[in-house]
């Protein structure tokens, strides 16, 4: 059985629960995350334009573009692809200071809650960072759904990182290796260790994939290395080299579905803390909803 992909059928009656008290949403104050909350130096609830960001020195909203918008999410609100396509230009823009929560990044912790779409490939970029990048193709940083199963109408996970400071090379594909059941919200998580190179994706608080980025068996460094002094601008929903026009790669989709809860952390989780997260987060959903 495909361990990530099944949603408890609390978890689905949650999603219609959660999209029918958006009125109740609005006179309550969302508990904060506890669960490593003194790593986290980003958090993208995307409630509104004033709202889109609550955690993040030197990251501050831009704006949306195309067919974006703020749409029902799996907590409040969150950004969302209205037109529900791939090829439909749609993301939102934030924008990197000099300084930056991102840019002293070593080790991390990437989680968000996405949903993707019933019935079409939701290839696309989740969130992608612009600036110095070993192809034109391909940005600073990016996490991203890829490599769909048509007999399934499912995806997976994905995630790539350019690290040209130590080697020439682009670090490797870092796919999960079960796919993502669509039109139901999953929160997706991804964490690097910059000390021994291991990283482990993870869908629904379980582990799902797991590998290391080494060069010549030592570890490729740190995410900083990565995040250039030219990366000024963060695209939620998007993908920063078709953005600002250095490709035109059909392949480079925008999201098509919606994405809620985006959180960094400067330390890799553990399994664990994971798997607390996950469980932390929908309790609050489920509290909202009431």
Known sequence: MKKVLLFAASILVLGAAVSCNKDKDKEKTVPEVTVAKEALVAHFPMESAT????????????????????????????YGNTAG???SEAYMKLNLASSNAIKNLQSMTFTAWVKLPA?????GGVLSINGTAMEPVWPALVFLFDNYNAETNEQWFNGRIDFIAKSAAMWPNSASTEYAKKDDWIQVARTYDAQSGHWANYA????????????????VGAINACVASDCNAMYIGGWASRIEGKAADAWQGYFPGAIDEVRFYNQPLTEVQIAALYLEEVTIALTQSI
Do not use: H, R
């Open 51 to 78: 709202e889109a960001v609550k955690v993040g020195a030197g990251v501050t909203y831009s704006g949306l573009t195309g067919s974006a918008a703020f749409v029902d999410g799996f907590i409040g609100k969150a």
């Open 204 to 219: 629904n608080g379980v582990l799902v994939g797991e590998g290391d980025f080494l060069i010549d068996d030592k570890p």
């Open 119 to 123: 019935g079409t490939e939701a290839k």
């Open 85 to 87: 396509v791939n090829t």
